[in-house]
């Protein structure tokens, strides 16, 4: 499963990246994950099974959503401020169909 976050530079989602490949190992996941800003999502995050946004640029969804053609997420300001992997990983799979 392929799984790309965007933020506004690619900066402030590599934390939660890390936090959510931490959680992925601890649950034997094998998930690619992907840090993208708003400059460089198009066309890397094109072949993601999910793409989430972080919370600061959520009203960006339907631009994104047109520009990739399909569903995506905003991750909530809670999850997102307290890293919360579990909850983050189940939106991406929610939003993938798994």
């Known amino acids: 499963m392929k799984i790309a976050l ?3 530079g690619g900066l402030s989602t590599n934390w939660i ?3 959510l490949r931490d959680y992925a190992q601890s649950q034997n996941q094998t998930i690619d994950f992907k840090a993208y800003g708003l400059t460089d999502y198009f066309p890397n995050a094109q072949d993601a099974d999910a ?4 919370p600061q640029i959520g009203y960006y969804q339907k631009d994104i959503e047109s ?5 995506i997420g905003v991750i ?6 307290t890293a919360n992997a579990e909850h983050i990983l189940n939106q991406a799979f929610t939003l ?3």
């Open 76 to 81: 909530s300001s809670n999850d997102y401020a």
């Open 51 to 54: 793409v989430l946004l972080g």
């Open 96 to 98: 993938a169909g798994k």
């Open 6 to 8: 965007i933020c506004t």
């Open 17 to 19: 990246l890390n936090k």
């Open 67 to 71: 520009r990739l053609g399909r569903k």
